[in-house]
Structure formats: structure tokens, C-alpha cells
């Protein structure tokens, strides 16, 4: 079980591979986001994106999966209060691959809540011709090894902005 | 038809409703961000959300289709670049309605590309008991009234980080 005392400043966290589809990049699309240009190729052609490329809101979706698969699903992962920010820097395309890492850049114990620990993360996601397709900062709480098994509910109140 | 010249600073646009319903939370959960707070009621109960809510990627997913039905529909949209923050600031519980509004902060043309037009918006999303469930700052590509069907691909330099 990794906890709040594993997410040491400077720690890479592997984000797991994610195949992208067309069918996913459209159903996605269909559901939240129909612009034209995530859910039709040729409408998608005429657009700056040049060609049909996934919601940004999806590859968020993806990156959340690549780190759920590649650090979060064995730990103490008290959920997010928000994000600092997020770039789309390139097109995700049908059939891309995605990697990533997480940095931590970050790592505190909350003063109202000292079971509970802060952590800031940068996540970026390239496709597999390397290219940085999306960079990002977020927090993240965790409960340290004390924390496990506490009951645990209520606002932490120094977490950034938020009520998780 | 909807162009950048619409999106004047201090405009107010409305998001469409949305109804968040226990299914919609749990199956996109399943498929992006399976951590236990939102997929299994019991164990969401013993965290500090306090119960099964949706992840804030879903949040952000449905604050999209908010913002497509609410205004982006008929619309020169280009897509967007990045976002500047999101705040998560209340569960999103299944059976909440959401609205919102997004306000236009700034808006100026690309210097790059004349025909396009940068908008930075805040969107803010409520549930039905009038609490702000999401913050969040974005930034919005349009093409002017002048872009409409010129040939549009490539990079705006000028557009905050970002190729789109």
C-alpha cells in the first residue's frame, strides 16, 4: 500500500501505457463533448486540429486512468481538491499510445488534519513518437501511515481550494 | 451563428442543465478513475467525501456538454488550449442537477492569426441546492466572423501554451 510518505519530493511515478481508439475518442465525444472536430474526420480535416483528435476533457479521462493503472490503485489515494492547470499541447489521435510520468513536486502534512497528507504532482503524457501531448499540476491527498484505518471524513481545510 | 465577436468581456453564458445520475458516476469511474469513492457506496462512505461521488474528470466532462448545449453548439469554437485551474469544491452526488454560467474574462485576436480569436472564460458549476460545486478558468479558440470558412490549420503561436 504506498501512502502519503512514499510521494517524497522528486519522485517519478510511471503512468501506465493507454491505447487510444476511434471508437472511444468519438463515443467520448458523443457523450460530453460533440465539436466537430472530435467526433467527425472530415469536419475534423477542415479544422486546426487537422483531423479528428480526442476531447481534451477525454485525454484528462485517460491520464486519470494511466495513473490510477500505474500508482494510485494501491494506495491511500484520498481523492484531488483540483488542478493548477492543464495544457493540451498536441492532437490525441485514434490509434496513438500513451505513456507518462508523475513528479512530485510537492509533499506536506496538513496542519488541521496531520494523518492526511498534500502532495503536488506534475503529470505529463507523450505519444509514441514522444511528443508531449498534455502536461499538467494537480494535488493530490493521501493518508499517511497513520491514517490508515482512521475514520475519516469532514473539509481539510488547508487543501488547496477544495473540500476533499 | 456565435463568433468571437459574441464573446465580449463581462458576457455571461449560460450552461445548459445536466442531471448526474448514480449510473453515469459509476461507469465512468469503471472505465477512467476507479478509485473506491466512486464506484462503491459503502466504501465511499468511510472516506472523506463522505459518499459516492463522481470523479472530478467526470465533473469536468459534464461541465463540458454544459458549456457545448449551453452556448459552444452553434458556435466558431476552435477548441481550447488548456485550462488555467479547476476547483473541486463540493461532491458531485448522483441525482444532483447541475447549472452554471461561464464568463468571459478577456478576449483579443490572435496577433499570429487575425481571423482567430483567444477568450479566456470562467466557468462556474452549481447544484441544486445553490452550492458551487466547481471553479474552474479556461481558454477558448474562435474563429472571427471574418474566419468563417477560410482554410484554418496549424499552430497559433500566440495561444497560451498550447497547438490548438
Same mark, same amino acid.
Given at each position: 500500500?504506498?501512502t502519503?510518505?512514499?510521494f %517524497?519530493?522528486? %519522485?517519478?511515478l510511471?503512468?501506465?501505457?493507454?491505447?487510444? *481508439?476511434?471508437?472511444?475518442?468519438?463515443?467520448f465525444?458523443?457523450?460530453?463533448?460533440? +465539436?466537430?472536430?472530435?467526433?467527425?474526420d472530415?469536419?475534423?480535416?477542415?479544422t486546426?486540429?487537422?483531423g479528428?483528435?480526442?476531447?481534451?476533457?477525454?485525454?484528462?479521462?485517460?491520464?486519470?486512468?494511466?495513473?490510477?493503472?500505474?500508482?494510485?490503485?494501491?494506495? %491511500?489515494? +484520498?481523492?484531488?481538491?483540483?488542478?493548477?492547470?492543464?495544457?493540451?499541447?498536441?492532437p490525441?489521435?485514434?490509434?496513438?499510445?500513451?505513456?507518462?510520468?508523475? *513528479?512530485?513536486?510537492s509533499?506536506?502534512?496538513s496542519?488541521?488534519?496531520?494523518?492526511?497528507?498534500?502532495?503536488?504532482?506534475?503529470?505529463?503524457?507523450?505519444? +509514441?513518437?514522444?511528443?508531449?501531448?498534455?502536461?499538467?499540476?494537480? %494535488?493530490?491527498?493521501?493518508? *499517511?501511515?497513520?491514517?490508515?484505518? +482512521?475514520?475519516?471524513?469532514?473539509?481539510?481545510?488547508?487543501?488547496t481550494?477544495?473540500?476533499?
Amino acid at each position: 500500500m504506498r501512502t502519503f510518505e512514499d510521494f %517524497t519530493v522528486e %519522485t517519478v511515478l510511471p503512468l501506465a501505457p493507454y491505447d487510444v *481508439t476511434r471508437e472511444a475518442i468519438v463515443a467520448f465525444a458523443a457523450e460530453f463533448d460533440p +465539436q466537430p472536430f472530435h467526433v467527425d474526420d472530415e469536419a475534423a480535416a477542415a479544422t486546426m486540429l487537422g483531423g479528428l483528435a480526442a476531447s481534451g476533457w477525454h485525454s484528462c479521462a485517460m491520464m486519470m486512468r494511466m495513473m490510477f493503472d500505474g500508482f494510485l490503485r494501491d494506495s %491511500t489515494s +484520498q481523492g484531488s481538491p483540483g488542478v493548477d492547470f492543464v495544457r493540451w499541447l498536441k492532437p490525441v489521435r485514434p490509434d496513438d499510445r500513451l505513456t507518462g510520468t508523475a *513528479t512530485v513536486l510537492s509533499a506536506r502534512r496538513s496542519a488541521s488534519r496531520p494523518a492526511l497528507g498534500i502532495a503536488k504532482l506534475r503529470a505529463e503524457v507523450a505519444n +509514441q513518437r514522444g511528443e508531449t501531448v498534455m502536461d499538467s499540476e494537480y %494535488t493530490l491527498l493521501l493518508l *499517511t501511515r497513520d491514517g490508515i484505518g +482512521q475514520p475519516s471524513s469532514g473539509v481539510v481545510a488547508d487543501a488547496t481550494g477544495g473540500a476533499v
